[in-house]
C-alpha cells in the first residue's frame, strides 16, 4: 500500500507540473533562483585593502538585488524586464573602516573639517572612482550614494553607480583617495555579475 500511495503522489506531481503553463513554469524558476541567491547571499567576494589603520572593502553587488529589494518576487517578468533595460549598469558597495572604530571623518583623518568631510563624502567623491573593463575601457562612476548612519556604525559605506558596461564584462574599480590620502587603490573583481 505505501508503494502504491508513493507511487501516485510521484504522477500526481509530474501531472500536475506537466499541466503548467510555461509561464506559470517560468515563474516558479525564476522564483526559485531569486531564493537560492538570497539565502546564498548575493554579493560577490568582497575585496579588501588596508592601509596603515585604514581598511577599505568593495563589493559587486548584482543590479538584480535592488530590482527585486524595491520590487519584491510578485512579478518575476517585470523583474527581467527591469532588469533588461538596465543590465549595463553596475553598482558597487565601497565601506570605510578605521581600526580604532573612530568616525572617519574626522579633521585627523581627512585633514578638513567635518561638515565639509561629510559634503565631500556625499557630493564629490565620486569623481575619485572610475571602473577599468576586461577590454580596457574606461568607465568614470556615475553617482554615489552615501548611507547615512548618524555616527551609530563604526564605518562609512558608500553605493556608486556605474553605466554602459556589457553585461558580462569583469571590471576593476579605481580608487584615487583625495579624501584620505592613500593614493591609488585598485579592486579587481573576476567575477561576472549574476545571470538570471
Not at 41 to 60: P, R
Not at 83 to 110: A, M, P
Not at 118 to 128: H, L, P, Q, T
Not at 172 to 193: A, C, H, R, S
Request: glycine share 6%; with cysteine.
Amino acid at each position: 500500500m505505501k508503494g502504491f500511495s508513493l507511487t501516485s503522489l510521484v504522477l500526481l506531481s509530474l501531472l500536475s507540473y506537466a499541466c503548467k503553463t510555461d509561464t506559470e513554469i517560468g515563474k516558479v524558476d525564476v522564483s526559485y533562483k531569486f531564493f537560492n541567491l538570497e539565502r546564498a547571499g548575493w554579493k560577490s567576494k568582497s575585496i579588501s585593502h588596508n592601509f596603515s589603520d585604514m581598511a577599505y572593502t568593495a563589493t559587486l553587488v548584482p543590479i538584480q538585488y535592488y530590482i527585486i529589494k524595491n520590487e519584491g518576487f510578485e512579478n518575476p517578468s517585470r523583474i527581467d524586464s527591469i532588469y533588461q533595460s538596465h543590465k549595463t549598469d553596475r553598482v558597487v558597495e565601497i565601506e570605510f573602516r578605521h581600526d580604532s572604530k573612530d568616525d572617519l571623518l574626522k579633521s585627523e583623518y581627512t585633514r578638513m573639517d567635518y561638515e565639509s568631510g561629510v559634503k565631500y563624502m556625499a557630493f564629490s567623491i565620486e569623481k575619485d572612482f572610475m571602473a577599468v573593463t576586461k577590454s580596457g575601457d574606461t568607465i568614470n562612476c556615475s553617482g554615489v550614494t552615501l548611507e547615512r548612519n548618524f555616527k551609530l556604525a563604526p564605518f562609512k559605506r558608500l553605493l556608486l553607480h556605474f553605466g554602459d558596461i556589457p553585461e558580462n564584462e569583469q571590471i576593476q574599480l579605481v580608487y584615487q583617495d583625495q579624501l584620505f590620502g592613500n593614493g591609488i587603490l585598485k579592486f579587481k573583481f573576476t567575477e561576472t555579475p549574476l545571470k538570471l
